[in-house]
């Protein structure tokens, strides 16, 4: 076992942390302040290659493997969550369509998102289903060479910029999760549109959107994989999504930790630097420990998944793990940083608003919970 990135890693990493570093860090706050999702920004990941890590080049991505790719994600997620949030999930659909969809669908509609600067969106969230993603009521109905979707989905990722979309939809209403279908859905198919973007606590930087679909007319050729394979294909795309939500962790709290460990030193009170105080020390201890540990279990998961490994489980338990260790660096630092934490001129406030969204997308910890203890206990 060989803890150690290899050369390929360490420069991939390398390039993302000066990129983030300097191109992202100076535009965050601003992108936090003014909600704003930041094309500029997009586009040059998509220069550099990282929204389409982990894709092979035929396809228009980068190549590298799974763990480079986390490895860009838990650095841009250092300096801006939003535009980690961001990159994270544009990946989501595409890995779909490149996992399930046939290669004319991959040449079609990969090489557009994952080089081009085109964002693309997953959409399986309905105002009826969350946890519950089963209980999705979009309907797809077969009428001639296309389908007609009618429905809606809210809360969607990048769902009014993307340029394409893989929306999951019932195809037999009466299979129930055995009865839904993917399809890919291009901006612009008269019937699909955005509706309201919505205004966050944190990850304000990430679009979330709503999105609605009257008589929408998606060619028969967009059905990705088997129909009523749908649901099964969708927890499959999750696995690997909540990865990058590990990822994201692991950079949010490293940044909760650099920026205590500073003030630990600086700050003075009591005659001496506030780190000297035991109970305070131990606050960045506690934080060095869960973040160690948590990026052992992001690393393993992205390991078992680049190995061919059924991870299922150690995606679930890295995501569960990153959400909780996030927040909970994100609200160490801010306590470390006492009245000044709170107020919006440092990083704290942002980092503790950002990591409050990894308890509840790509599915809350309460339903992680759910998932690990079902395999563990071996319930079905
Ligand atoms: C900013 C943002 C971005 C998102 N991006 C996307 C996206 O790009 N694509 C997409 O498809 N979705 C996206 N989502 C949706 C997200 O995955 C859901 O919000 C999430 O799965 C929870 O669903 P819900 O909000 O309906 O909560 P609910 O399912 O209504 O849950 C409410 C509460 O009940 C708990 N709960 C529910 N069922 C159980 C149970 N069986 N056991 C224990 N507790 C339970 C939950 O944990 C939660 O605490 C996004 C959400 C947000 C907020």
């Not at 500029?40 to 929204?51: S, V």
């Not at 969809?101 to 990969?110: I, N, P, V, W």
């Not at 394409?164 to 699909?192: C, H, N, Q, W, Y």
Request: proline share 3%; charged share 25%.
């Amino acid at each position: 076992m060989d803890f150690r990135l290899d050369s390929d890693q360490e420069l991939i990493r390398q390039t993302a942390k000066e990129f983030a570093e300097k191109e992202v860090e100076p535009l965050a706050a601003e992108i936090d302040r003014t909600h704003a999702f930041s094309w500029d920004l997009f586009r040059r990941m998509a220069e550099l290659g990282f929204t389409g890590a982990g894709f092979p080049e035929e396809y228009g991505g980068s190549g590298g493997d799974d763990i480079s790719k986390l490895l860009i994600v838990e650095e841009i997620a250092k300096c801006c969550a939003s535009t980690a949030a961001t990159l994270c999930i544009h990946q989501v659909g595409p890995y779909g369509i490149y996992l399930f969809g046939s290669e004319e669908q991959k040449k079609t509609y990969l090489p557009p998102v994952l080089s081009e600067g085109k964002v693309a969106a997953f959409a399986l969230t309905e105002p009826t289903a969350g946890s519950d993603a089963g209980a999705v009521k979009t309907r797809a109905v077969l009428d001639g060479d296309h389908y007609v979707l009618n429905g809606s989905k809210c809360f969607i990722t990048g769902g009014a910029l993307a340029q394409t979309v893989l929306v999951f939809a019932l195809t037999e209403p009466d299979k129930g999760l055995r009865g839904m279908s993917a399809f890919i859905v291009e901006k612009g198919t008269p019937g699909f549109s955005p509706g309201k973007t919505e205004n966050k606590l944190g990850l304000c930087g990430s679009e979330t959107a709503e999105l609605f679909f009257n008589d929408c007319r998606v060619p028969r050729e967009n059905l990705v994989g088997q129909p009523g394979k749908g649901f099964a294909m969708a927890m499959a795309i999750l696995d690997s999504a909540r990865l990058g939500v590990g990822a994201q962790s692991l950079g949010i709290s490293q940044r909760a930790l650099a920026e205590s460990v500073k003030y630990l030193n600086e700050r003075v009170q009591f005659g001496r630097p506030i780190g000297a105080q035991q109970g305070l020390s131990w606050y960045a201890a506690e934080m060095k420990v869960r973040i160690e540990a948590l990026r052992g279990l992001v690393y393993k998961a992205a390991w078992a998944k680049g190995a061919g490994e059924q991870y299922t489980l150690d995606a679930a338990i890295a995501k569960y793990y990153g959400a909780e260790t996030a927040c909970f660096c994100a609200d160490l630092a801010l306590q470390i940083h006492g009245g000044y934490g709170y107020m919006k001129d440092l990083i704290l406030e942002r980092l503790f608003r950002d990591s409050r969204l990894l308890k509840i997308y790509e599915g809350t910890s309460e339903i992680h919970k759910v998932v690990i203890a079902r395999s563990v206990i071996g319930l079905k």
